[in-house]
Nanobody, 116 residues
Framework: QLEESGGGLVQSGGSLTLSCAASERTFSPYAVGWFRQAPGKERELVAS???????NYADSVKSRFTISRDRAKNAVLLQMNSLKPEDTAVYYCAARSIMTSPYAYWGQGTQVTVSS
């Protein structure tokens, strides 16, 4: 139900915007999160946004990444600025239906590579 796009190769200091689109226009989860997983590391939550617009960020990306909704496209965007080599990872978007549920809906992931 979720599909990511926008990954790629970028130089350190550059920017990328990832998009997470739901295949069903009526899909309206409680929250959507962007996760990432680098080789040999655990998956981590990078940013999340609730249906009401509340956002949260991991400390490592605060002031560099911005999560937002594109309601016209029923998508959630992750604008990534001032990228660093340590941001290199596979980025996944995920959704949870209600506040107390886990992230149960996942996309296939998109690779982000930041060269130094």
């Amino acid at each position: 139900q979720l599909e990511e796009s926008g990954g790629g190769l970028v130089q350190s200091g550059g920017s990328l915007t990832l998009s997470c689109a739901a295949s069903e226009r009526t899909f309206s989860p409680y929250a959507v999160g962007w996760f990432r997983q680098a080789p040999g590391k655990e998956r981590e939550l990078v940013a999340s946004i609730t249906r009401s617009g509340s956002v949260n960020y991991a400390d490592s990306v605060k002031s560099r990444f911005t999560i937002s909704r594109d309601r016209a496209k029923n998508a959630v965007l992750l604008q990534m600025n001032s990228l660093k080599p340590e941001d290199t990872a596979v980025y996944y978007c995920a959704a949870r239906s209600i506040m107390t549920s886990p992230y149960a809906y996942w996309g296939q992931g998109t690779q982000v590579t930041v060269s130094s």
